[in-house]
């Protein structure tokens, strides 16, 4: 029997059932604008930019909920296909921020990052949506901006299947449908973890974070640097998004989904909680007692020497048992592995914890 094949723009590839068109394309690189889409959530074709030409049918159809098929040939590129991407990428420009630099005060915008590629069908008249925002929400960290909200759903979707708390959620219908909890409570009094992922997923700055748009820098403007998030031994990677004019930490942003371990995903403590690293007291160097009880700053040499000896004094005085070792959850495996090889092997004593198995 021969293997069962489809043809995408004139080539042929194998036929992997249960594939979208979506998938199928991107194993040939070819790119299929989408602005409603995120490999980690359930397709629901809301945006309708992705819509592509199958041989046979009518209608168009989209490529990120439709299921490939043994035989058949799909088009990506063409005229109808590009009309109809130039006019849904029109309808939705002419339902959110028509001015560009304003757009993207903080977040980038999907939106018009997709007009520059594929064009516009012309510069369509603004349309002042009736759907409401949540002007009183007092949660910390989350704003919701109504006009530039295009109805993709992204972050509710995000919300129910990822995080399975489903905090937010469609509200009204027609032109009113808007971004709303039960009741229009802050996120605060729902079940939200204020993780922040709708933040992330939004692909128009609807979602946005309020302490870096307090600041006032877009993020086009910083320099995003990959590292790893520090509260807990998962091994979450963030991007810390830095001002180097002002050397100062504005947000962080989770790595794009399917690259690190965290698939895009962080919690409220990895994507927000970052203002301690500018606090007034935080200790940026090493501190160690003098005879008279002062701290004063030192070396990194000079403080673990003081460690050591503070260390192996009370092993000669009392013997390697009264000394215990606490670790951090905090810290990597390794980490933990090498501070419980120093209790055991270095001093000779099985007292060592670890704050996570409390």
């Not at 990052?113 to 949540?134: F, K, M, N």
């Not at 009741?183 to 979602?207: K, N, Q, R």
Request: with cysteine; glycine share 6%; charged share 25%.
């Amino acid at each position: 029997m021969s293997e069962q094949t489809l043809t995408i723009n004139g080539v042929s590839i194998d036929h992997r059932p249960g594939e979208t068109i979506l998938e199928a394309a991107r194993r040939l690189d070819i790119d299929i604008p989408t602005l409603c889409h995120d490999d980690r959530i359930e397709p629901v074709a809301a945006c309708r930019i992705c819509l592509v030409e199958v041989e046979g049918s009518r209608l168009m159809q989209p490529s990120c909920h439709s299921k490939t098929q043994p035989d058949m040939v799909i088009t990506t590129e063409s005229q109808r296909v590009s009309r109809n991407r130039q006019f849904s990428l029109s309808l939705h420009m002419a339902d959110t921020v028509s001015d560009r630099t304003i757009a993207e005060d903080a977040n980038p915008n999907r939106l018009f990052e997709l007009a520059d590629i594929h064009g516009t069908a012309g510069l369509w008249p603004h349309v002042d949506s009736p759907r409401q925002g949540r002007p009183m929400d007092v949660n910390r960290f989350i704003h919701f901006r109504e006009d530039r909200c295009i109805g993709c759903a992204l972050c509710t979707r995000y919300c129910d299947e990822i995080e399975g708390v489903t905090a937010i959620t469609l509200a009204h219908r027609g032109a009113l449908t808007t971004i709303s909890t039960a009741d229009e409570l802050s996120l605060t009094d729902t079940t939200c973890e204020l993780c922040g992922g709708c933040i992330a997923v939004c692909p128009t700055g609807a979602m946005t974070e309020k302490a870096a748009l307090a600041y006032g820098k877009p993020e086009k403007e910083l320099e995003k640097i990959r590292t790893t998030c520090n509260f807990c031994g998962v091994g979450c990677q963030l991007d810390l998004n830095v001002d180097r004019d002002a050397n100062r930490i504005v947000k962080v942003t989770p790595p794009p989904p399917g690259t690190t371990v965290n698939d895009g995903n962080l919690c409220v403590k990895g994507r927000f909680a970052n203002d301690f690293i500018h606090h007034k007291d935080r200790l940026t160097e090493p501190l160690v007692r003098d005879a008279d009880g002062v701290l004063r700053p030192t070396s990194w040499d000079e403080a673990l020497d003081r460690v050591v000896e503070g260390l192996q004094g009370v092993v000669t005085r009392h013997g390697p048992h009264s000394l215990g070792f606490v670790s951090s959850s905090r810290c990597t495996g390794e980490e933990n592995y090498l501070f419980q090889k120093m209790s055991r092997a270095a001093f000779g004593t099985h007292n060592v914890h670890q704050c996570a198995a409390t």
